[in-house]
Structures are given as C-alpha cells and as structure tokens.
C-alpha cells in the first residue's frame, strides 16, 4: 500500500460474519486469478483481515471486553 497518507484511501465495513465469509471466498478467488496484479496486496490485506475478524467471532478469546 502506498506510504504517503496524503494518497492512502482507507474502507471500513462492517457487516454480518456470513457476509464477510462471502466476501473472504471473492477476494480469495480475485487473488488467485491474478487478473489485478496491482491489487495484490490490498487483497492480501483483506484476506488478513477478514480473516481474523471472522476468528474472532467464532473462537473469542478467553480475554478483552467481550468476556465479562
């Protein structure tokens, strides 16, 4: 991603953890065609992403504020 804030585009979404599972198998399937090579790593970032954020939610950890 590029290094100068001044260019950085940034995207927040939230959304239900059946569409995000969704969204993890397109960005899975965009990666993998290789069809946007200069999106590589923002694909990569989302599947990082994505990832965790839907680990979280099915395996919480045994600390932080949701465990009280």
């Known amino acids: ?3 100068d804030n ?3 585009v940034y995207c927040d979404i939230q959304m239900p953890v059946a569409q995000g ?3 993890l198998v397109l960005v899975n399937a965009l ?3 290789k069809a946007h090579p200069s999106l590589d ?3 990569e970032h989302m599947q ?3 990832s965790t ?3 979280i939610i099915e ?3 045994s600390w932080g504020p949701w465990c009280q």
């Open 1 to 3: 991603m590029a290094e």
């Open 6 to 8: 001044h260019d950085t």
């Open 21 to 23: 599972r969704d969204l």
């Open 31 to 33: 990666r993998e065609s």
């Open 41 to 43: 790593k923002v694909f």
């Open 48 to 50: 990082h992403e994505l």
């Open 53 to 55: 954020s839907i680990d």
């Open 59 to 61: 395996n919480p950890p």
